[in-house]
């Protein structure tokens, strides 16, 4: 009963959610790690370290769906489980492959009860599925951010596979949010900016807020629609999931397919000019007022209380 | 060239879902329904096409039950050319349907296939990306721009770290973000056109494919309730309590 988890990793560096990937699975049996991509040594060497993986195995990939995901195809044959992170990349392959496998997926996993046996969200996460797949093989996207990291501390083998895919798409360019802030799916705090930032100049308020507590920055598709944050920063049933220790919320009124991004949120806080905005109703602590003077004195105000990160 | 829009019809998402109290799944009757936003952006990139002279014919096709009807007259009306009702009965999962799907490319070619990238019911996100395998076609999913550039497109995707283009052959699959487009209201004539635009109904019986879930649903239960909070008087007290969670959390 075997694993095979395949990383993500980003200019140059493994994710933070393989590390939790790799520790959702770890009693599903021995965990070999993937690293697909070009020059991905440095990576490799972060993920053997990572507890419970026994082997590394690096292949050269053209990061390309159609291409990656015959990479994966080669490998299946020896796995019982395939593995990723619902990311981005994670969601775009692994479906791919299963079909291929003639295998239906289990995706978005929020929790293993055991080797065949996992519960799922739908509806935007105001339902929760309880499956069982009984199938000969299992296909398997997980949800990092209701994960704990695995611990590090190994040192497992890297074994580098001889590979060569010719994929018809192909990857002609990559425009990034540049951005020094934590990575959004697995940080601890998290500040969020609404449509009522009024522009992108002013969604720079929600900015020096995260940078202040060390944040991630997190944003409404409406936000997102109007221009004043990158896609990237959607958090929602379409855009990211969420779930740090504390998220701070601001001019956002908490439609449906937003909370769906941070319901594993442990602490939530509310600015909001309306009292019976949703997202108020549902946060621990709330505070009702225009957001362009209180987040100028709330910064004011943690710097009184020695709040540095 | 000619485009095939798949199409789904689920509760309308402005619907707040409940969880039937025994347990076996969402309460569905009696429920608006409409098609998966997702769909509505693909059917309008395709009748965009269309208007900037690449779309020869665009055929929609929806799995589901007869009344799966109203969500392809809705396409049909917003520009498509012809609908096609695989009828079941059925909740199929997603890899039935695509299997499906694989047969109506086989028999249709169309050149492109266009497709939300996920179904707001089952959240799945699977469908383009297993149609995609099972045509052996390269594939370009959450797509937030559609270029033609001679026999191949250019589409920028949206991923986790911003935005990429793919440069995808034809004939291919893409799956439609929301930023893709603002999907058209059909104007009453076109809904009324709509009606004598062919429609064909076919069995999905019809098709000789094995339809029957490979996973069990053992419950659906509905999530933790969070309860409400405190309200606090002044940005003094809210930096208070974040400087309490902050030091918490220093302190694990
Ligand atoms: C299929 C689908 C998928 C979607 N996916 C997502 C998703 O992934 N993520 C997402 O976020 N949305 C998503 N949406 C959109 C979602 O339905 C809402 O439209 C969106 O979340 C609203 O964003 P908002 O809270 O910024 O704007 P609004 O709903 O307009 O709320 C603005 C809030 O700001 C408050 N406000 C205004 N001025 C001030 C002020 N000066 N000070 C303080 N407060 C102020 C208002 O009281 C209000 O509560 C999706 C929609 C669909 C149909
Ligand atoms: N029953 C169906 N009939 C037609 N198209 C479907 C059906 N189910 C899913 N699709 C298509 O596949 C996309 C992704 O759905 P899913 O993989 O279920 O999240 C949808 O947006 C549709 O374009």
């Known amino acids: ?309 | 060239m000619k485009i095939l829009v798949a199409i789904k019809r689920v509760v309308d998402h402005n619907v707040r879902i409940r969880v039937r109290p025994d347990g076996t799944g969402v309460e569905t009757s009696g429920v608006r329904m409409s098609m998966n936003p997702f769909c509505k952006h693909a059917v309008e990139a395709a009748v965009q096409l269309g208007e900037a002279g690449h779309g020869d014919e665009i055929v929609v096709v929806s799995i589901g039950p007869k009344v799966a009807n109203d969500v392809i007259l809705t396409a049909l009306a917003m520009g498509a050319h012809r609908g096609i009702l695989i009828e079941t009965d059925a909740e199929l999962e997603t890899l039935a349907i695509a299997k499906l799907l694989a047969k109506v490319v086989a028999e249709e070619n169309p050149d492109l296939v266009l497709l939300g990238k996920q179904a707001v019911d089952d959240d799945s996100n699977h469908v383009g990306q297993m149609l995609a395998a099972l045509t052996d076609r390269p594939q370009a999913t959450f797509a937030s721009a559609i270029t033609v550039n001679g026999a191949a497109l250019d589409v920028t995707r949206e991923v986790d770290t911003g935005t990429e283009v793919v440069s995808l052959p034809l004939p291919a699959i893409v799956t439609a973000d929301l930023r893709l487009n603002t999907p058209r209201n059909a104007a009453l004539p076109m809904v009324m056109k709509a009606r004598s635009k062919p429609l064909a109904v076919r069995p999905a019986a019809e098709f000789g494919i094995d339809l029957a879930s490979r996973l069990v649903v053992e419950k659906v239960s509905p999530p933790a309730e969070r309860v409400a909070g405190k309200t606090v008087g002044s940005a003094g007290e809210l930096a208070a309590y974040i400087a309490g969670e902050v030091s918490q959390m220093e302190a694990l």
């Open chain 1, 1 to 309: 009963m075997s694993v095979l988890v395949i990383a993500d990793h980003d200019l140059g560096v493994l994710s933070p959610a393989t590390a939790r990937v790799v520790h959702a699975v770890s009693e599903l049996g021995p965990i070999d790690l993937l690293v697909l991509g070009h020059g991905t040594t440095d990576i490799a060497t972060e993920a053997a370290k990572l507890a419970g993986v026994t082997k590394v195995l690096v292949a050269d990939s053209p990061n390309t769906a159609d291409g990656d995901s015959l990479v994966i195809e080669r490998f299946a044959n020896g796995y019982s489980y395939i593995v990723q992170s619902a990311g981005s990349v994670g969601k775009d392959r692994l479906p791919r492959v299963a079909a291929k496998l003639d295998i239906m997926p289990v995706t978005d996993i929020v929790e293993v009860l055991g080797p065949t046996r996992f519960i799922r969200p739908i509806y935007a996460g105001n339902a929760l599925q309880t499956v069982t797949d009984n199938q000969a093989k299992h296909v398997l996207t997980i949800r990092a951010s209701a994960f704990r990291a695995a611990a590090t501390g190994n040192n497992a083998p890297i074994e580098t596979i001889e590979n060569a895919v010719v994929s018809a798409a192909k990857l002609i360019a990559q425009h990034r949010t540049e951005s020094d802030t934590p990575d959004l799916a697995t940080a601890q705090i998290v500040v969020g900016g609404g449509v009522a930032l009024g522009s992108a100049n002013k969604f720079q308020l929600i900015e020096q807020l995260a940078k202040k507590l060390g944040a991630a920055i997190g944003a409404t598709r409406a936000a997102v629609d109007a221009g004043y944050a990158p896609n990237d920063w959607q958090v929602g049933q379409t855009g990211k999931i969420i779930a740090p220790d504390l998220y701070i919320a601001i001019g956002i009124s908490g439609a449906l397919q937003h909370l769906a991004g941070i319901q594993g949120a442990k602490k939530i806080v509310a600015i909001n000019s309306d009292s019976e905005a949703p997202l108020v109703k549902l946060a621990d602590v709330a505070l009702i007022g225009d957001l362009f003077e209180i987040i100028p004195q709330l910064l004011t105000e943690l710097d009184k209380a020695g709040v540095k990160r």
